[in-house]
């Protein structure tokens, strides 16, 4: 079966940093963008990062709020993606997904998988 674990939420403080990481199984995940999503209290769920292999290189996108602050990295043979999350905010506390996409160009169509999410809280 197809599973995404997410690890390493937890408390820190404004200015700290955390490294999220989510493990995939299931399938091979080496042709879909991988990328990490979060959720605020009160908020619709918004896209932190993504990052898409296509051949050796690596593309990454981030949303506007967090660019130049965290990082997405991904290691295809071991199946895992990253956040490594510096220079946190309180406005980053949420509850970050980890997500697996597949989009069928002709048909529209996606196949998607989540983790179940862990808690990031920034407070001091």
């Known amino acids: 079966q197809v599973q995404l674990v997410e690890s390493g939420g937890g408390l820190v403080q404004p200015g700290g940093s955390l490294r999220l990481t989510c493990a995939a199984s299931g399938t091979n995940f080496t042709t879909y963008t991988l990328g990490w999503y979060r959720q605020a209290p009160g908020k619709q769920r918004e896209l932190a990062a993504t990052i898409t292999s296509i051949g050796a290189v690596h593309y990454a996108n981030y949303a506007d709020s967090v660019k130049g602050r965290f990082t997405i990295s991904r290691d295809n043979i071991k199946n895992m993606v990253y956040l490594q999350m510096d220079s946190l905010k309180p406005e980053d506390t949420a509850v970050y997904y980890c997500?697996?996409?597949?989009?069928?160009?002709?048909?529209?169509?996606?196949?998607?998988?989540w983790g179940q999410g862990t808690q990031v809280t920034v407070s001091s």
């Open positions: 997500n697996a996409r597949k989009v069928n160009s002709v048909t529209k169509t996606s196949l998607d998988y």
